[in-house]
């Protein structure tokens, strides 16, 4: 009989669930609309009907276990804390702790960004690298980070917030609220508005041609532009890439992986984005011995977080 | 029968050993110097010879294993890559390797600043803390991370630079040689760098007084003329301080440590040094969840990379 493992990714847009094997083979998938707005009871309903759906037609009895990922810092009693694409959740609200009440099977959660990384590290680009980070590059930046084979954690699950990083005293002001994080010098949010307020008065630039207004610029139109080899673009490309590579720097003197992969939607520049990475971590790394660590593109896509819920569940089972 | 620990601590300028029961209790000291300048195989010899005094008058076969700290990065087969305070080293003598030729024990090396950590977390202010980083201040700034009870070593074993930060891109040049480093902004060498530019032409300040020359001042007289009211030398030590705190802010966010102690020379300064420390980590943490982590005074003192070499022997025969 095959043993099923079931993987959440509680977003602030989608709910969505699958329903794997030990090897991560996809067997069953479902997706709903989160609708946070509705409330946290209704947002745990539908994640049991996605549950339910992705278990359909099979024992329950066959489930070993059932992983979530949600954003936002979660503690190891499974309860998030202020999540910012979950406006208003209950502080007080085990997620486990519901779905122990409603399911045989035992589940467990993590932090998303975490759980990609556990994703990436069994089944995507981190394969068989014990020494892991996994950077995801977005509207905002995180990141998880895998030691010596385990998540690493920290005291109270809260670790890897690599995107909060001072890297420019008194710089740009943060979603966090601080100033001169990473997140704020290289995200897809910090490009988007470095690129309208430039082009408020600026430089012509294919970037506005694309957006058609100066409001309607993101990253992705930023992206667009630079690959289609517009100067201004690829300028504030560059530039975000120097922010994150002086990052992975301080990651890499920290902590010392053997890989690092960039995912997240700004990622999808490709080497437009990390050739000018890679160049600054060369430029910026202490020699010889930091050297030849790999910077490379995490494979796993839009499932990643699906896939690390999967992840999270085989290795607390293990 | 008392089962013996020995742990040695090899300098730039001393190499020091002591043998301890599992309690770290000393029962045996002894020093010399260490005249790298005369080469590795007379460092070495002079360094088995501690081994002999701390083990006179005992049975080889009651000591449990040798613990060896050393600066620089050292690999996991127990070679030390180009030490700052040794230099000429060769990179493919395993000092455990001609240990182990020597002495019956098991022998285990790590570098100085890891076992630091391990011998805070064993014996000193980090007991029963299992997420803690401590961070020497001295001529450089290093460090050690314990991630939930064990070292964090990286991939080759490498991890835990971190003085090697960037904070400041393109700030002042740092040991190392790159740019805007923790290490460049608040070591002591970046502390009195600082104090010597200034005072060359600058503002009068009980520093000069104390020092006599510009060319004598260290980092040890801008802090006694700080611990004396100076108002330029407390302007030196915020200044550092406030770049410790970003950087413990960083570490803060990626690691999530329960504890942070410092220690080194610079940390002799004490509160005046540590509270605006303490003041920058916490306008600058994100909240709420990051709050209340405790930033201490390492307890250890002179023999914490002894009782360090000690915990790795602990750690290793666990």
Same mark, same amino acid.
């Given at each position: 009989?095959?043993?099923?493992?079931?993987g959440i990714d509680l977003g602030g847009t989608l709910i969505r669930g699958i329903r794997?094997?030990?090897?991560?083979?996809?067997?069953?998938?479902?997706?709903?609309?989160?609708?946070?707005?509705?409330?946290?009871?209704?947002?745990?309903?539908?994640?049991?009907?996605?549950?339910?759906?992705?278990?359909?037609?099979?024992?329950?009895? +066959?489930?070993?276990?059932?992983?979530?990922?949600?954003?936002?810092?979660?503690? !190891?009693?499974?309860?998030?804390?202020?999540?910012?694409?979950?406006?208003?959740?209950?502080?007080?609200? +085990?997620?486990?702790?519901?779905?122990?009440?409603?399911?045989?099977?035992?589940?467990?959660?993590?932090?998303?960004?975490?759980?990609?990384?556990?994703?990436? !590290?069994?089944?995507?680009?981190?394969?068989?690298?014990?020494?892991?980070?996994?950077?995801?590059? +977005?509207?905002?930046?995180?990141?998880?980070?895998?030691?010596?084979?385990?998540?690493?954690?920290?005291?109270?699950?809260?670790?890897?917030?690599?995107? !909060?990083?001072?890297?420019?005293?008194?710089?740009?002001?943060?979603?966090?609220?601080?100033?001169?994080?990473?997140?704020?010098?290289? +995200?897809?949010?910090?490009?988007?508005?470095?690129?309208?307020?430039?082009?408020?008065?600026?430089?012509?630039?294919?970037?506005?041609?694309?957006?058609?207004?100066?409001?309607?610029?993101?990253?992705?139109?930023?992206?667009?532009?630079?690959?289609?080899?517009?100067?201004?673009?690829?300028?504030?490309?560059?530039?975000?890439?120097?922010?994150?590579?002086?990052?992975?720097?301080?990651?890499? !003197?920290?902590?010392?992986?053997?890989?690092?992969?960039?995912?997240?939607?700004?990622?999808?520049?490709?080497?437009?984005?990390?050739?000018?990475?890679?160049?600054?971590?060369?430029?910026?790394?202490?020699?010889?011995?930091?050297?030849?660590?790999?910077?490379?593109?995490?494979?796993?896509?839009?499932?990643?977080?699906?896939?690390?819920?999967?992840?999270?569940?085989?290795?607390?089972?293990?």
């Open positions: 009989m095959t043993e099923w493992f079931i794997t094997d030990g090897e991560g083979n996809k067997a069953a998938r479902a997706q709903c609309h989160t609708l946070p707005e509705e409330g946290a009871e209704a947002v745990l309903k539908r994640m049991v009907d996605i549950i339910n759906e992705v278990c359909a037609g099979v024992e329950m009895d +066959s489930v070993a276990g059932i992983g979530v990922g949600a954003p936002g810092p979660i503690d !190891h009693e499974g309860r998030i804390h202020n999540p910012p694409n979950l406006p208003g959740w209950p502080a007080d609200l +085990s997620i486990t702790g519901a779905l122990g009440k409603l399911f045989q099977p035992p589940s467990f959660i993590g932090n998303d960004a975490n759980l990609a990384a556990m994703g990436e !590290h069994r089944f995507g680009s981190g394969r068989g690298v014990d020494d892991l980070i996994y950077v995801t590059v +977005s509207t905002g930046i995180g990141g998880g980070i895998i030691s010596g084979g385990r998540l690493l954690v920290g005291g109270q699950g809260y670790a890897a917030e690599v995107g !909060h990083q001072v890297l420019l005293p008194g710089g740009p002001i943060c979603g966090c609220g601080k100033a001169g994080h990473l997140e704020a010098l290289a +995200s897809g949010t910090a490009i988007a508005r470095e690129a309208r307020a430039a082009l408020e008065s600026g430089p012509t630039s294919l970037i506005l041609e694309m957006a058609g207004t100066v409001e309607n610029i993101s990253a992705k139109t930023v992206g667009l532009a630079a690959m289609e080899g517009d100067p201004f673009a690829l300028e504030l490309v560059n530039r975000a890439a120097m922010y994150i590579g002086l990052g992975l720097v301080n990651l890499i !003197h920290i902590l010392e992986p053997s890989r690092i992969l960039i995912g997240g939607g700004v990622s999808k520049m490709g080497d437009i984005l990390l050739d000018p990475v890679r160049k600054t971590v060369n430029e910026q790394i202490m020699s010889p011995v930091y050297e030849g660590i790999e910077i490379l593109p995490a494979s796993l896509g839009e499932d990643v977080g699906l896939l690390g819920a999967v992840s999270l569940v085989l290795s607390e089972l293990q």
